[in-house]
């Protein structure tokens, strides 16, 4: 068992529960379910070569470490990228290739992405370290060792992520830091996993007893996007996380960060935000229970939920990866027409047409020797805004009515 398995095996047991309610309640409006996408990832096979955590197969990459800061599409492009290794795989070994609806292409993608979520253990022994060296210990103890001006973190341990850590310092954070500020210690930040080695060092230390891991319910995004709302984040940040003239857009400050790094930016920031939002009147948003987790996992989600895409750049894609060759109009219509083509209408509906056609696919690249496509960065976006668009002006073309001049007079 690797590195956060037990971390995220906490949370399994606690999606293996959920029932269609607390499913919905995961999903809300973001795309894709990850407790579906976890039950498809099985029943499909899926497991068989990948796996999360290191429990599962070997022969493909684990998914919970690509996953993080890539959107929906972007995974659904990297997807892309490695099935003609896969598809050998699948052939040699006899497995049936898997095949999916839109919306479970989009459970699974959400399960790939969610799991990142579950962040990988600290070290305790770097943690000890960070525990000193930022001065933690000149107002709290742990194990018995330190200070006793602030409340002792033995508490903490029956944590495994350090997410109720930082959740406590963030509540406590303006009084916390009008009090360094006066006696002129320096405010701690946090870089990298440094607050998760902490809460390592905080497990490992600690002298509270019955200390058996507190398995938390797994982070709801759509929770945490209506508590971005109700905390009064979206003053400063704006709908969404997009940034305003106050504050920046929480997309690209969050971008591929794990949890504990998510945590440390927010610590990281709020002396900054409540002296900002005590001058704008606003009451330093207070976290209850798992708030700050689905916080978080909001703001982790945020790029996973980018859609658009550029016509002009999905076009250039499009002759550039070689699509004209078998599916333009004036190619060798090897394909179809993917301007005539249903899949082109939604966002994942490409992605989820091409996976279930690629076996085909790969033959026929095969036979003709075409060098099989591949999708970096938004390039797949691109090119399903491309061929969207195409798909808009067949429409209209259809429903226009030809000019009243090159109608057929009636006899």
Known sequence: ????ALLWRGAVAWACLANSNATGQVAGSFPGDPVAGRKI??????VRCHSIWGNGGTLGPDFAVVGAGRSMQQLAGLFWNHTPRMIETVR?????????????????????????LFDELGNPALGVQWFRAKRCAE???V???GSRIGPALDRYARYIAPVMLAQGMWNHGPAMQARQTAEGVPIPTFLGREMAD???????ASLLRGREPVLLQPPNPA???RLFAAKGCIRCHGTEGRGTPFGPDLRTATLR????????VLWNHSFQMSAAMRARGFAFPQFRGTEMADVIAYLYYLRFRETGGGVRTGEEVFTRKGCSTCHAPAGLRIGPDLSRSQAVSTPLGLATAMWNHAPAMFDVAQQQRVEWPRFEGDEMRDLAEYLRSLAEQARRQVETPAPAASRPRPR
């Open 223 to 225: 929770r945490g996007g």
């Open 139 to 141: 107002c709290h103890s």
């Open 257 to 264: 960060l794990r949890v504990s790094e998510i945590a440390g």
């Open 143 to 145: 194990g018995g060792g």
């Open 92 to 116: 040699r070994r006899g497995f049936e290739w898997p095949t999916f609806t839109e919306a479970e292409l989009a459970d699974v993608i959400s399960y790939v992405y969610y799991v990142k």
């Open 198 to 204: 902490i809460q390592a060092y905080i497990r490992r």
């Open 41 to 46: 990832f099985l029943a499909r096979g899926c």
């Open 1 to 4: 068992m690797r590195t956060g």
